[in-house]
Nanobody, 125 residues
Framework: QLQLVESGGGLVQPGGSLRLSCAAS????????IGWFRQAPGKEREGVSC???????NYADSVKGRFTISRVNAENMVYLQMNSLKPEDTAAYYCAARTRGSGCPPPQPYEYDYWGQGTQVTVSS
């Protein structure tokens, strides 16, 4: 069973940066896609970004140009670099792995099979 562990969250001022990490217990290229999601209190979980096993990426419109997803295959790590953070980016951030299909799926939680426990990001002055 794949285990995913997120880290790197914290409190940051608006305009600041954070890098989130997702450590996988198994070889990440065995999985069709790794996604980042976030969930703010009282809101539904939303897709933020995805990287497929082939290396294609996508981003939610709200984070395009500010967030960058990347991975280091040999270390089984996926990262989310978040720049120019805004208060509306405040949420718990989760990484997830998909075992089916090809490429990045629609950014819906049900498209993914394994989830981490999340890391909190708070953007506030």
């Amino acid at each position: 069973q794949l285990q995913l562990v997120e880290s790197g969250g914290g409190l940051v001022q608006p305009g600041g940066s954070l890098r989130l990490s997702c450590a996988a217990s198994k070889y990440i290229l065995n999985y069709r896609a790794i996604g980042w999601f976030r969930q703010a209190p009282g809101k539904e979980r939303e897709g933020v970004s995805c990287i497929s096993s082939g290396g294609s990426t996508n981003y939610a419109d709200s984070v395009k140009g500010r967030f960058t997803i990347s991975r280091v295959n040999a270390e089984n790590m996926v990262y989310l670099q978040m720049n120019s953070l805004k208060p509306e980016d405040t949420a718990a951030y989760y990484c997830a792995a998909r075992t089916r299909g090809s490429g990045c799926p629609p950014p819906q939680p049900y498209e993914y099979d394994y989830w981490g426990q999340g890391t909190q990001v708070t953007v506030s002055s």
